[in-house]
């Protein structure tokens, strides 16, 4: 039991290339998140998947876009990256997203750099 | 809109004396609060919530926080200190009917020395 994971640990990019942050989880959870997390600011929701087949915006989803492909794996693309956009990107999961008792579940991190 | 605050950026104990990590929150209606513990190049972990009911929630690793609505603070404290308990706190809030949004603190770094 992995929990969930992501991929890469670790990127570099270049000002407008494109990439995409996979994350899986074998919790057999309905829904998942995507986070960043930037120095003395908390962790900030991009987007999230409350079930199969559904995505919504969270506080920070310009720039980027979301696959929920199935009811594993939930994956965040930049099309064109920006410096600003650099960042530590989280995704996470829980059993539900409306139950209140259900705390989320987190991967290990995606440090992405934008030069 | 809701918000949570964390006022220290760093909280300094010795190891063996109490430690409390504060945070204040801001919400309409009933808060959903938790507090999260992230350590070195590692993703967040679960340490307790609180929902409703008692107002001392006991937590992992011997962790509690006091919830107080009159004081819209839900501070995390542990009667003992270990220097394995230095990390980065996070305190988080989801309102009743805020659906999906959870809302997090910029995060408390606690240094415990021995």
């Known amino acids: 039991n992995a929990g969930v994971t992501q991929t890469p640990k670790f990127q570099v990019l270049k000002t407008g290339q494109s990439m995409t942050l996979q994350c899986a989880q074998d919790?057999?959870?309905?829904?998942m998140y995507w986070y960043r997390q930037d120095p003395g600011m908390g962790l900030r929701l991009i987007y999230y998947?409350?079930?199969?087949?559904?995505?919504d915006k969270g506080e920070v989803p310009n720039g980027y876009n979301v696959s929920r492909l199935n009811k594993r794996e939930f994956s965040l693309r930049l099309e064109s990256a920006a410096p600003s956009q650099t960042s530590v990107y989280f995704c996470?999961?829980?059993?539900?997203?409306?139950?209140?008792?259900?705390?989320?579940?987190f991967g290990p991190g995606t440090r992405l750099t934008v030069t | 809109a809701q918000s949570v605050a964390q006022p220290e950026d760093q909280v300094n104990v010795a190891e063996g004396n109490p430690l409390t990590v504060k945070c204040t929150y801001s919400?309409?209606?009933?808060?959903?609060l938790f507090w999260y513990v992230q350590y070195p190049n590692r993703g967040l972990q679960f340490l307790l919530k609180y929902i409703t009911g008692d107002n001392l929630v006991k937590g992992s690793y011997g962790f509690e926080a006091e919830f107080n609505k009159s004081q819209t603070s839900f501070h995390l404290k542990k009667p003992s200190a270990l220097v394995s308990d230095s990390a980065l706190y996070f305190c988080?809030?989801?309102?009743?009917?805020?659906?999906?949004?959870?809302?997090f603190g910029g995060g408390t770094r606690l240094m415990v020395k021995p």
């Open positions: 996470a999961s829980s059993q539900s997203s409306t139950g209140v008792f259900y705390e989320q579940y």
């Open positions: 919400v309409s209606g009933n808060p959903y």
């Open positions: 998947s409350a079930s199969e087949g559904t995505t």
């Open positions: 988080a809030v989801r309102a009743f009917n805020a659906g999906n949004m959870l809302t």
């Open positions: 919790m057999n959870h309905n829904s």
